[in-house]
């Protein structure tokens, strides 16, 4: 039996090829990996406006979920797959990116407020607070005026190369996560440093 009850896996982001290098976009970067490490092959369903795909880590199945709503509506498609597959919120986890976390920053909790991001805020709305949130920091443009632009950007290769090593540190630990739980996973993931932390 796993020691995680995990399930379902959401990646958030915009679909399209003009948005797929943008910084809002980490989180599908994120199940993109997950997929090719497990060989596994995303298809599209209509009938939940998302992209499906079945993976398997450590004996577990587990559903991966890329919303086709984009961001701001992306708890239509989750809440569509989740209430077709019988998945509650605390078996799912949902990852996305950051702005109150630094570049190569890489953060696992459940539970908790939208911290302003459209996607969790609709995905809250449709699930409730309860699932885990997989944060991979983006860093802050340090003006609120500036972030729309910013997250629908491309970031330097610098930092996109940090965002893609966190994308990695993650799906490296999900074997982890299944199998020994949150707590061992949080500590093996919270160790690694952003480069922006001293």
Not at 41 to 69: D, G, Y
Not at 102 to 119: D, Q, S, T
Not at 186 to 194: R, V
């Amino acid at each position: 039996m796993a020691a995680f009850p995990l399930r379902l896996v959401v990646g958030l982001g915009n679909p399209g090829p003009e948005h797929a290098l943008t910084r809002h976009n980490a989180g599908f970067w994120f199940v993109d990996a997950l997929v090719r490490a497990h060989e596994g092959r995303f298809r599209e369903h209509r009938k939940h406006q998302a992209e499906l795909a079945r993976i398997e880590i450590s004996r577990h199945e587990i559903l991966l979920v890329k919303p086709l709503t984009y961001v701001n509506r992306s708890g239509l498609a989750i809440h569509s797959v989740a209430d077709y597959f019988r998945i509650t919120a605390e078996e799912m986890l949902v990852a996305y990116d950051e702005l109150d976390l630094p570049v190569g920053a890489v953060r696992l909790k459940r539970g908790g407020g939208a911290g302003g991001h459209n996607g969790v805020k609709d995905t809250i709305a449709h699930m409730g607070e309860d699932f885990w949130r997989l944060r991979l920091g983006i860093g802050h443009p340090g003006n609120k005026d500036e972030v729309i632009d910013y997250v629908l950007r491309r970031a330097p290769a610098e930092e996109e190369t940090a965002i893609l090593e966190c994308v990695a540190a993650a799906v490296e630990i999900m074997p982890m996560l299944i199998k020994e739980g949150a707590e061992k996973a949080m500590n093996k993931l919270h160790g690694k440093k952003a480069t922006s932390e001293e």
